[in-house]
Nanobody, 121 residues
Framework: VQLQASGGGLVQPGGSLRLSCAAS????????VNWYRQAPEKQRELVAT???????TYTDSVKGRFTISRDNAKNTVYLQMDRLKPEDTAVYYC????????????????WGQGTQVTVSS
């Protein structure tokens, strides 16, 4: 199983980006998916979570600005980031609980490689 995060880039304050996390491999089902971020010299922070049924949670600093969503048919999760601020600058990682076709009863956790988001004028 591989998670491919994409969509990062350089954007001005107040701008928007949409991150994607596409899962591939011998996937049976994907459970909860999380977006984390890590800024330089800071600990990795949980930004948003979406369950398989679509329940979402957000860290306080992004509530009202970020929206997490998923397309189960495409095995893809999105993070729409609006009204971006310089403090949102970080490497963003997706993380997912996955059941594979070879081990349906086992829920394993996987990480994507990260995508850089830079908010600067």
């Amino acid at each position: 199983v591989q998670l491919q995060a994409s969509g990062g880039g350089l954007v001005q304050p107040g701008g928007s980006l949409r991150l994607s996390c596409a899962a591939s491999g011998n996937i049976f089902s994907i459970g909860a998916v999380n977006w984390y971020r890590q800024a330089p010299e800071k600990q990795r922070e949980l930004v948003a979570t979406i369950t398989r049924s679509g329940t979402t949670t957000y860290t306080d600093s992004v509530k009202g600005r970020f929206t997490i969503s998923r397309d189960n048919a495409k095995n893809t999760v999105y993070l729409q980031m609006d009204r971006l601020k310089p403090e949102d600058t970080a490497v963003y990682y997706c993380n997912a609980d996955v059941r594979t076709t070879t081990q349906i009863r086992l829920l394993s956790n996987y990480w994507g490689q990260g995508t850089q988001v830079t908010v600067s004028s």
